[in-house]
């Protein structure tokens, strides 16, 4: 008679700080602090965390920035990487260039001649959707609407959106967007980070004394 098959058992555990190597800078750590105290359980943590992350990992959700969002949030890496892995604005399935170039091809801008400029973008660039340039500079992906349809054809770089773009203006975007040194992908993820954190939580703040940040992983909630 074979075994019973046993249903459930015990979560996957959150990972140890022995197991990985840490990379959040002091900033980092002390905004994901901040973050942690808007919210009442520490799963609803995990979106502004994984932006949190994907500033400190430069554009990239790697496995280690998964694994570190899942220790700082006393999560399962699993847990963590099924949320990254659902939601397309999170880069984990490749590493992305220094821009990310996000072209809409939905219906308001499929109609003002989208696929005429994607079209022209692979030609330009020599790279298709979700390929990266060979000198790591550009990324292309076409996505689903910007919610800029009075725009059209609308493209999103970083935290900007830039239409109606045509073949001239996007060749005069890339020439700008080369003689940038900071990476738009980063400054995106910054932003939002900033956002969610207010001024007075900032790391450095010279009201940071006077208004602590308590350590939530510390008070035991989940």
Not at 53 to 77: D, P, T
Not at 80 to 107: D, I, Q, W
Not at 108 to 113: A, H, K, L, T, W
Request: hydrophobic share 35%; aromatic share 8%; glycine share 8%.
């Amino acid at each position: 008679m074979s075994e019973p098959i046993q249903i459930g058992g015990p979560r996957p555990r959150p990972p140890q700080a022995d197991e990985l190597t840490l990379r959040f800078s002091p900033e980092g750590v002390h905004e994901m602090e901040a973050l942690k105290s808007h919210y009442p359980t520490l799963k609803a943590c995990i979106l502004p965390g994984l932006w949190l992350a994907q500033r400190e990992y430069g554009g990239f959700l790697s496995g280690e920035a998964i694994a570190e969002v899942a220790f700082r949030l006393n999560r399962s890496i699993a847990e963590v990487e099924g949320v990254a892995t659902f939601y397309s604005m999170y880069n984990v399935a490749h590493e992305p260039g220094r821009h990310k170039l996000e072209l809409c091809t939905c219906l308001s801008c499929s109609v003002n001649e989208a696929y005429s400029l994607r079209d022209y973008i692979v030609e330009k660039l020599g790279v298709r959707h979700g390929e990266t340039t060979a000198d790591g500079m550009f990324t292309f992906e076409e996505v689903e609407c910007l919610n800029a349809c009075d725009r059209a054809p609308v493209m999103q770089v970083g935290d900007r959106y830039y239409g109606p773009v045509d073949g001239s203006f996007f060749d005069s975007l890339v020439e700008r967007l080369r003689g940038e040194e900071a990476s738009t992908v980063v400054r995106l993820a910054d932003e939002i980070v900033k956002v969610q954190v207010g001024q007075a939580e900032r790391y450095g703040s010279p009201r940071k004394e006077a208004s602590a940040i308590p350590d939530s992983t510390s008070t035991g909630r989940s």
